[in-house]
Structure formats: structure tokens, C-alpha cells
């Protein structure tokens, strides 16, 4: 009840009772969302973040993508408490969202007569499938729905699969473990698994902001999925989340080889480097290439007028 309050008050705050009723977010309707972000787009208006900064991204730990957005003020886009399909296969891709909620006839009716108009075929759940691109997540929230609330089984997640090679994350159940276990290379997120089919529920919205957890996640959202849980990455940010990550990786590299060393003591490590470690740093870095996909450049000008 919580969670579709919480719905209802961000579909009012977008004044868009219109919205509520339109499947698909329009492509304004979703630059508006995400009016931060200032590159490439998709047809449905979702940011297109690089597939190099996405494929870069799977080597960023939950750890240091949470308090990269937790210094820029981005404190709830951390979501954990998962079943995992697959615990050590992390994944990374665009967010593609869907809404869903408890089944009422009359709305329903509504829905559906509006897809078929839209051109839309088969049931409900398979139309956000529809749409997905290579690289994109299935992201839906189905009010944590567990018996009777399975988006899909093996033959909709090696539909899902053959579109995005990535996987999904679920605010609901899934079933057919075994068949969707015999998918190499698919993941899924879910909070439970059970027999049953999808029953009384209705898709609401396509490319709707979502609650997954305690987060907002909006269309374009970079997803970071590892065994500790989810981090939803917002686009404009994901390419600062991964600079920052890789200087930390290297930092770490760098620290780690030094104290082994005995170099330097822990209590320099750890405070504020002084210009000579800062120099050693930076030849080292020269010295060790190849070690993360930061570029000279990059690092250069991430380091630039820094304390660190």
C-alpha cells in the first residue's frame, strides 16, 4: 500500500492523470524525467548512455558506485535483499521500466484497448519485452508480488536474452528456474520463485518512473547488479561514477604494492597524500598501464585542482 501511495503521489507530482493512462511515457515525457542527461537517445526518449562506459561499469563494485551518488547527494539507490538466479554473473545495462498493479476490470479493459490501438499483441507482460534493446535491463515493479506475480518463465527469458543479453531485476516472483537457469549468460533478480502463473494484476505503465525498494528509478537508469544487490546509476552520472571508481581501483593498487613494500605507513596511506606520494602515484600509474580502462587523459583531468 506504501509503495502504490508513494506511486500515486509521483504520477500527481508529473500532473499527468493523462500519463496515468497513456501505457508508454511519449518521448518528451521521458526527456523531461531526465532532462539532466545531454547525450545520445533512444527513439522512446530514453538516455543512451555509451556502451564503453556501460561495458566499463561491470568492473565498478556496489561499494564505490553507492558513495560516489551518496557524495552527490544521491543517498536511496541502493536496492538489496534479492533472490539471484545467478550469484556470481553480475550485470550492467540500461533500465527499461514497467509498472504494474493489482488487477481491476474496468482499467484493464482501458489498457488493453489502448495496446491493441498502439499495436501491441499477446498479454500484457510481454509488451515491455517488446521493446527491449541489446543492453537494456528489464527493470519492473510488481508490488513484491510472489504467488501469482511471475513476469515471466523460461520462454520469456530466453525472449528477453535474445534482445538484451543482460538479464532482470523484479519487484516480484519468477518461475521455471530450471529453464531459465539453462540460459548462459542471463540473470535475474527477483524476490521470490513459485509455480504459479501471472494472475490478477494489470500493466500500467511503460518507461514510468518505478519503485524498486527504497529507490526511484527512472528510465535510461544504468544498472549495476552484483551479489551484494543493485545499484541504480542515473544516466548523467554514470560516466563520473566509473572515472571515479577506476582512479579508486588504481588508488587501491597503488596503496596495496607500497605498504607491501613498506614504502609508506598506513597513516600515510590513509590521510590526505602528500605531493611526493601524489608524484609516485602518477609514475606509477605510467609505469603499470593497462591496470584499469582510465585513460591518461581522464586521469588527468579528474586529478586536476583534487585533494586526494
Known amino acids: 500500500m506504501r509503495k502504490l501511495l508513494m506511486l500515486i503521489g509521483i504520477l500527481i507530482y508529473m500532473n499527468c492523470c493523462p500519463v496515468l493512462f497513456a501505457q508508454q511515457l511519449d518521448r518528451e515525457q521521458v526527456i523531461f524525467l531526465t532532462q539532466e542527461w545531454t547525450g545520445e537517445r533512444f527513439v522512446d526518449g530514453r538516455p543512451k548512455v555509451p556502451d564503453a562506459i556501460i561495458k566499463r561499469m561491470k568492473n565498478v ?45 474496468d482499467l484493464q479493459a482501458r489498457m488493453v484497448e489502448k495496446g491493441k490501438k498502439e499495436g501491441r499483441v499477446g498479454p500484457m507482460n510481454s509488451w515491455p519485452i517488446d521493446m ?25 527469458g530466453n525472449s528477453i536474452f535474445s534482445k538484451t543479453g543482460t538479464g532482470v531485476i523484479f519487484d516480484a516472483a519468477a518461475r521455471d528456474i530450471d529453464g531459465l ?4 549468460g542471463f540473470n535475474a533478480y527477483v524476490r521470490g520463485w513459485h509455480p504459479t ?18 529507490v526511484t ?4 537508469d544504468v544498472v549495476l547488479a552484483r551479489k551484494e544487490g543493485v545499484v541504480f546509476i542515473p544516466a548523467h552520472l554514470a560516466e563520473e561514477v566509473v572515472i571515479n571508481a577506476e582512479f579508486i581501483q588504481l588508488r587501491d593498487k597503488f596503496a596495496i604494492s607500497k605498504l607491501k613494500a613498506g614504502i609508506y605507513t598506513p597513516g600515510q ?40
Open 61 to 105: 563494485a556496489i561499494e564505490e558506485a553507492w558513495g560516489i551518488l551518496k557524495n552527490k547527494g544521491f543517498n536511496n539507490q541502493y536496492a538489496g535483499n534479492w533472490l539471484r538466479l545467478r550469484d556470481d554473473e553480475p550485470f550492467v545495462g540500461r533500465a527499461l521500466t514497467a509498472q504494474y498493479m493489482p488487477l481491476r476490470p
Open 132 to 156: 527491449l534493446q541489446k543492453g537494456d535491463v528489464y527493470v519492473a515493479d510488481c508490488f513484491e508480488k510472489i504467488k501469482d506475480g511471475t513476469l515471466i518463465g523460461d520462454n520469456l
Open 217 to 220: 528509478v527512472l528510465p535510461g
Open 181 to 184: 537457469s539453462a540460459i548462459p
Open 197 to 214: 502463473f501471472l494472475q490478477e494484476t494489470m500493466l500500467i505503465g511503460i518507461n514510468h518512473p518505478l519503485i524498486i525498494g527504497e
Open 269 to 308: 596511506i590513509d590521510s590526505a597524500w602528500t605531493d611526493e606520494i601524489k608524484k609516485d602515484f602518477l609514475n606509477w600509474v605510467k609505469a603499470n598501464p593497462g591496470l584499469v580502462p582510465l585513460t591518461q587523459q581522464e586521469l588527468d583531468n579528474f586529478t586536476k585542482g583534487r585533494t586526494w
